[in-house]
């Protein structure tokens, strides 16, 4: 194991302080920016840092009781991460189970979902379920058929952002976007962008480039200025290429990680609407982990595919649909104002995407 970097000790010294001096918000702040770029080598030490992430959100339960079930579930899954990274761990099971039996007798679930059951038995609203479902059960088969019809199989994730609000400069707010993913329609883009998300690649990265009224772009898992980021999965492409300069087929093996690319997959109908989320590139077949979103008062037509269009062309490029907001758009559009640099689209002060978890 790595010696353990000053920076990662100062920090993670300087949010233990916060935390007991009752500013856990001002200590996630500095767990999510210097102490988690300090604890980049190591998956141990990132794990501890997410472990202290869950101390300061338990310590915001504590001091915002309404807001405690949030916080504390947010707690449960830092703990969580931290256990993926670091299995043997016994201080952070210890912390989680105990976190748990805190949660229990607060009567909190252990995810978003309604408690039915405490202890074995049926809650009142769990009575009522049983109940409910019951019912549903005897005339389920009239209806069985159109409901499988028109039930929706696709996954759908959950991002937690942080950005100083358009509105008021002095204040940073949090927010919550949900993104239904349409995997029928771009599998491979689904996938990887999955796949990335459950090796919480994505959390405590930034949206590098905004611009009003055209869309807001982040998912740079490697270098966080848009320069970088990579496929989840191997498709055969190598930045765009599927054979090197002697003709030889690439592999896994042969292409270097930060050059898997997802292929293209925009014949596929979807279009970029408001709400869209959709795959960044600098090339055909070159898509990686950047992503953008598009914000209500945009629908940039020009990178939807054509029938005739030329996608390799310059100037013509086609960029796969992969996913819809079906909450929290008001957060993208929030975040397509934020100032930006002088002559620039980076914001001023960093967007962050805190987390993304499948829903």
């Not at 970088?228 to 290429?241: A, D, F, P, R, T």
């Amino acid at each position: 194991m790595p010696p353990v970097p000053s920076e990662l000790i100062a920090a993670l010294k300087e949010a233990e302080n916060a935390i007991n001096s009752g500013n856990p918000e001002n200590a996630l702040e500095i767990l999510r920016s210097t102490a988690w770029d300090a604890a980049a080598e190591s998956n141990h030490y990132r794990a501890r840092v997410l472990a202290l992430a869950a101390e300061a959100q338990i310590a915001m339960g504590e001091i915002e009781i309404g807001a405690r079930r949030r916080h504390w579930q947010r707690a449960l899954k830092n703990y969580q991460k931290a256990l993926k990274l670091d299995s043997n761990n016994k201080d952070v099971r210890r912390s989680m189970n105990k976190l748990i039996s805190m949660m229990d007798e607060e009567s909190i679930s252990l995810g978003k979902s309604w408690q039915f059951f405490d202890d074995g038995n049926p809650t009142p609203l769990g009575v009522v379920v049983i109940m409910a479902s019951m019912i549903a059960f005897l005339i389920a088969f009239k209806y069985a058929g159109e409901v499988l019809e028109r039930e929706s199989t696709n996954p759908f994730v959950t991002m937690e952002v942080s950005y100083v609000h358009p509105s008021d400069p002095n204040t940073r707010v949090e927010g919550t976007i949900i993104i239904e993913l349409y995997q029928d329609a771009a599998p491979k883009h689904v996938e990887s962008f999955l796949s990335l998300v459950d090796e919480s690649k994505y959390d405590f990265t930034i949206f590098h480039r905004v611009i009003d009224g055209f869309m807001v772009q982040g998912g740079d898992i490697e270098m966080q200025s848009g320069s970088g980021g990579y496929s989840g999965v191997w498709y055969g492409y190598c930045n765009g290429q599927t054979h090197d300069s002697n003709n030889q087929q690439y592999t896994a093996e042969t292409c270097p990680l930060k050059d898997w690319a997802v292929p293209g997959e925009h014949t596929n109908g979807l279009k970029h609407v408001p709400g869209a989320l959709a795959a960044a590139h600098s090339g055909l077949n070159t898509d990686g982990s950047q992503f953008y979103l598009v914000p209500s008062d945009s629908t940039p037509s020009h990178l939807d595919w054509n029938e005739g269009k030329d996608c390799a062309a310059q100037g013509n490029a086609c960029h796969t649909v992969y996913g819809q907001v079906i909450s929290g758009q008001d957060v993208v559009d929030a975040i397509s104002e934020v100032a930006t640099a002088l002559g620039g689209d980076k914001p001023s002060q960093d967007v962050r995407l805190i987390s993304v978890v499948r829903s």
